[in-house]
């Protein structure tokens, strides 16, 4: 079986390429290195071009076509969202134009199987703390909607032409499986606040007043090798004729913004007192993923802990360009 890995230099992709290759199985990555480098692809064949570009449609089929792919996994998005919110056009450009071009070729190829990036995004601001998948989904920006419409694209297409599809919805990913592959863009906590601390600056914590035990935003963190574990059980279960497509990631577990600076204090030895700073647009109390779905039908569940996550994500940070003088 040959897997196609759109997307598979990025932070998450690369950990699910290495698993595969770890298994032996034949990859190829597409990725036009927009948010990524080539060297994290490893000696998985690679192919570097932009997928929602003119002339993609063509390039994507001739990759299936000549590798001979069995089934596709999606990463390749762009997923800032306030970018999303400044620029939506791109953004439907690039992740729905993209994914679009990419079931097209797959429909023209013959590839029926799908396992889909998405995100905890689509739920937007719930009533409820712990959400399952049955809460409707109500995205708040262009970015979130990006996933949610793709989500209803891969049902369309499984109604017509028998596509077989998992959408994962992930909640807040961090840590690394590999120290050449952490997380190298500063956008989620524990990069945000090892930047800082590499510029000798103060952790920010945006907002203390929440409705929450110490007052900041709890989310449910999930070790991105636990994911990118998801991503190869999916495979797996997408010939078990399953009839649910879309699974929470997380641990069922949460974390405040407090309790993930103190753990990075507790393992890096560092100062991680915080400035407290306003609110984030966008940001609910609360957010934790009921993942007894993922359990029931496809017998795994994410266990990996907060200080797990931690040591992983400081032991990449170490290895890459901004080491911390730790003394
Ligand atoms: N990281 C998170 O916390 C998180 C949470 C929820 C969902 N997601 C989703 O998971 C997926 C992967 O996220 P990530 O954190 O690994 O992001 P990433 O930016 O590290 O990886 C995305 C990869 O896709 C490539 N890419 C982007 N647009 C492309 C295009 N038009 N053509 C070809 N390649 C393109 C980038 O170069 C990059 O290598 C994304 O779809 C993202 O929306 C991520």
């Known amino acids: 079986m040959t897997v196609c890995v759109i997307g598979g230099a990025g932070y998450i992709g690369a950990h699910v390429v290495r698993l595969l290759r770890e298994q032996g199985t034949p990859v190829v990555v597409i990725d036009d290195l927009s948010n990524s480098t080539a060297e994290r692809v490893g000696d998985a064949t690679l192919v570097q071009f932009d997928i929602a570009a003119d002339g993609a449609l063509g390039r994507i089929t001739e990759v299936l ?3 001979d792919v069995d089934a596709v996994i999606h990463f390749a ?8 919110v400044a620029e939506p056009l791109f953004y439907y450009q690039q992740n ?10 797959m429909q023209a190829a013959g590839v029926d199987k799908m396992i889909f990036s998405s995100s905890a995004a689509t739920y937007g601001e719930p009533d409820v703390a712990v959400v399952s998948e049955d809460v409707v989904g109500n995205p708040i920006n262009p970015y979130g909607r990006t996933k949610l419409i793709g989500e209803w694209i891969l049902a369309d297409c499984a109604r017509a032409w028998g596509l077989k599809w998992v959408a994962l919805r992930y909640f807040n990913v961090a840590g690394s499986g590999w120290e050449d592959l952490g997380d190298s863009v500063v956008m989620n906590l524990i990069p945000m606040v090892l930047d800082r601390l590499a510029k000798n600056e103060a952790p920010r914590i945006f907002g203390d007043d929440y409705d929450t035990p110490d ?18 059980e999916s495979i797996a279960a997408l010939d ?5 497509h879309i699974f929470n990631v997380g641990t069922g577990q949460g974390s405040s913004v407090k309790e993930v600076i103190e753990a990075i204090g507790r393992v890096t030895g560092l100062d ?56």
């Open 65 to 67: 076509k000549n590798h």
């Open 77 to 84: 998005a762009k997923k800032q969202v306030g970018e999303s």
């Open 96 to 105: 729905i134009g993209g994914l679009v071009n990419v079931l097209t070729a």
């Open 215 to 232: 007052g900041t935003c709890i989310r449910d963190y999930v070790h991105v090798r636990d994911l990118a574990q998801a991503h190869i």
């Open 240 to 244: 078990t004729g399953m009839t649910e």
């Open 272 to 327: 991680t007192t915080a400035v407290v700073e306003g609110h984030r647009a966008g940001d609910p109390p609360k957010l934790i993923a009921n993942a007894d779905r993922l359990e029931r039908t496809m017998g795994f569940r994410s266990t990996a802990g907060l200080d797990e996550i931690v040591e992983s994500a400081w032991k990449a940070w170490q290895a890459g360009p901004r080491r911390i003088d730790v003394g």
